[in-house]
């Protein structure tokens, strides 16, 4: 048994350690996943003004400010009394700017942060040994994902095209939301009752020339096949099974014409989504396509006991009409909220089943699995008890245990996919359920991302273009008296997962209470008084260190994968300290 | 590489034998503001290539408490974009965690594999060859009780990572608000004592309660400020270090403010309100009280007139727009003392004047009766501030 820890998990957003017991065979049989900040940050909001929890929340996370951004902003517009009036055009730049930063954080998740590790030395040592194919599929993966500053054997390996094209990429989206929020990251133009930028028929303009040129890259980068027909076939397709028949014919085809010539190039059609999609997977890639071999990440990253598991999703992103309802996501939003179980069955989401533990958080009353609104917390003061090498029956995190139902709960891609039951991914879960697979794996987690991103890209078009007006009305007046002795709540979704802001304010206005539960907490968490493992440990363990060739404990590119699939974001997962009660010193609570 | 107008092609010509951090602000406004960075950074790599190749410069760039917002800052860098500018600059980014290939790897306790993998050995292998620039971003808690465990990477305080990382460094640079003085890390709260977060040479307004301080390094820093910074000011500050354009630490006592700001791009006598693109409703006294309007936003809080930085000129994101132009208030997130020295951010600010003028009287007078003779009056008033 060898003890094999990543510490800093680096390529994430913030910092995160990843402890594992590894056996001779290379099958993972205890993990501890740790958050390494605290940071003390709602604690900032308390008796100051409600309207600067926009702004400051934004703060929480660079990557993803404009999610935190709208949680709080709908929270306000509840603390307000506004929600149902906040005219449809403001709900539609709103929409606009969070697809746009949805669409940029998924890229730079999938090129910049995961798509590195596709580079990674443990597969040249195996594809190589494949003769012309697996030294074909190598230099494409080298080729396309190396990233900057990237050594292999003591020589520079040059930076990979995608990878390099990809930053211009999100550079023109960070662009186009700047366009129409000031800047990016940290844009002014949240506010409770509306927006407070109208876009002009200029720069709807602009932002379709933008659109243009992003999907320009997508069709020379990431999806060979044409746009409208992958969207048509898979977000649109009648059922499940006939969206995953498109895909597998769709790569099927691609592989009878190039296998003979060993040409997996972008030119002979492999974009980089189907080289992953038929590469990446065990069962799609050797099974059904019958390729020589694969990256096996449909074996990693899994959940082995389906009772422990389950998918939530808040819901997000506004229909357009007037006004929404801030506590019912279901019925207003295009992606639902919702809880798919680890057996996939559905369930309508309900906030109260969410509780909380600090049995394994570096906190001193480490007790009770208690509601978010109950808990209360006070951090561990003695630096001698922060210590993150005592295993998994110690305290080991600043993260807190989100359960839902007792269970923990992955948020983000696949979770909001499998809520609005979108046929690709839900195809693609079943089948693995059906095949001995866990239905969530690294594979699908990828997949889900990057079929999320079509998708938005899909409907932002929509919104940009057909729905928005921009002659239409942008806000309505707040009154700042209304906020006295009222509360708010604000249900969204981030990029990677269910985010909701909670907000009181006392008899002179000013905040009195101030949390936050975010995708960070639920996927990066510790164990619970329980001693049910978060998401990310339950898919550590029993997973192997190496999907293909020999056992290194040195380089265990496994855990890499694992890690990254979730697009951990520690700021988030610790920076969410709540307040509890009026001039309450030292007690606080990680969410 | 941007093509260049005759007229800015005669600039650049007279900007060659220009160290761009000692210019006056309005030259310098008049060549960056036009030209952006790509253009200068690219003449000088042209000027330098031809007459001696430009030697590779190492950069660490190590992450406290932070929320990434910097990096991503700088990765929206447009015109060069960060690849492009590291090419021109023959900058090897050996470390930045967000970006690397490496990360840190132990077996029972001991780090493994090489640098090319490992990301703590690669680090101590840079502190160990010395001569490289130290990018540093995010707070760096000193809680709890002075022992920086509030923040552990890699078995380590990052407060011991950082002293390690500056002790040799030729150049350090601190980026965005929480590198600088703390930032929102160190904003008032019912913890802050506890958590106790520095900047890397000042805590708010105070030098003496700089980290490196506290760890008894006495090395010259330079503060590039912004929640985020804008990627120019990170980028072009770099470009001038690393060309020799300004030496450390001889030119730093000239080209620095009291907080060590550039002073090419937060200018003592210049604010954002005075090239704001709203600048002609305050003028005209048409001060919105509801968000979405076309006017300016000084009665929704805006702390333009108190932020000194060349927003106005320059713009975000490829120069689309600013936090104004977007009828969001400026919150000043580039003075020392950001978020505190901001908060109420929607409330207009009375006690404090701009450059030398009382911009409450000022607005007040602009909202009366007289008010497009006012807006010119005020105008006047406030130019004397130049």
Redesign the interface.
Known sequence: M??????????????QRISTEVGADGVITDAQSSS??????E??L?N??P??AA??TQ?????C?LAHGLASTNALDDLYGVAESVPKDALMMRNIFQGLNMVASHA?HIY??FG?DL???AYKKVLTTLGDTGNAVWNEMVGRF?????????AAVP?GSSY?AA??E??RL??A???????????????P??????ATVGDIT?LSTYYLQVMDFVSKHTLKVDFNTWIKNTYQASSPQKAVSFVTEHLTDLYNKTSTSNDFSKDAGWGDVEFYAAFGSELVGEKILGLPASLKHDTIGGYKDPAKICFVSYGGYYKYKDGYDPKSPAGDRIFTSGVVTGKLEYQKFDPEKITESTAHSFYQNSSNDLAPAKGETV?????NK?V??GGSNSQYSWDKAPRYDGMAGEVGPLARMLNIKEPLVTGLAQAFAENGYSAANVYTRMLARMQETAILAYELLNWVTVDYNPNGK??V?IDLNTAKNNSGMGLWEAPRGALGHWISAGSDGKVTNYQCIVPGSWLMSPRDSKGIPGPLEQSLIGSKINTVGDVD????VGI?HMGRSYDPCI?CAV?T?DLTGK?A??T?RIL | MVEMSTGIKNLVRTLDSVDFLKMDRRTFMKALGAMGAATFLGTYKSEIVSALELAETKLLWI?G?????????V????NP???QA?EKLNV???Y??????????????KL??TA??N?EILQEEIYKEGNYILVVEGGI?N???G?G???????KPFKQTLGEAAKNAAAVVAVGACACWG???N??????K??DYRGVAFSKTEASKGMLKELGIDKPVINIPG??AHPDWVLLTLGAVILGKIKIPDDLSAVLDEYNRPKVFFPPDHVVHDNCPRRGYYDRGELDE???GPGCLWKLGCKAPYAHADCGIRR???S????????????A?VEPGF?DSS?????EREDVGVAGTNIDTVAKVAVGAAAVAAGVHAVRRMGKGE
């Open positions: 060898v003890n094999v820890t990543v510490d800093p998990l680096t390529r994430i957003e913030g910092h390494l900040i605290f940071r003390g940050f604690r900032i308390q100051q003004d309207r600067d702004f400051l703060r929480i996370c660079g990557v400010p730079t910049v942060l590195p580079a990674n030395p190396a990233p900057i500053s990237y050594k292999m054997d003591g930076v390099l930053i211009p999100k550079k960070q662009e939301i700047a366009l129409i929020a000031g800047r990016m990251p940290g844009p002014s133009s949240l506010y009752g509306g927006y407070t930028y109208p602009k951090p561990y003061t003695d630096p922060i993150y090498t942008i806000s007046p404990y040195t380089n265990p890499f700021s920076h300290i001039n010193p030292n606080l | 992450h408490s932070e929320c990434t917002g910097c990096s991503e800052s990765l929206n860098a447009g974009d960060l690849v590291l090897n980014l050996a930045h965690e967000t970006l690397c290939a490496q990360q840190g790897i132990w077996n029972d306790g493994v594999n090319e993998l990301s808690p809680g709890p009780d022992s465990r509030y923040l552990v990477i890699g078995n930032g929102i890390t904003a008032e709260s019912d913890v802050a506890d958590t929640c985020p509801e968000i979405g975000w994101n490829g689309v727009s600013m936090c104004t132009q977007a009828g969001g208030p400026c919150i997130c978020p908060r109420p951010l929607y409330v």
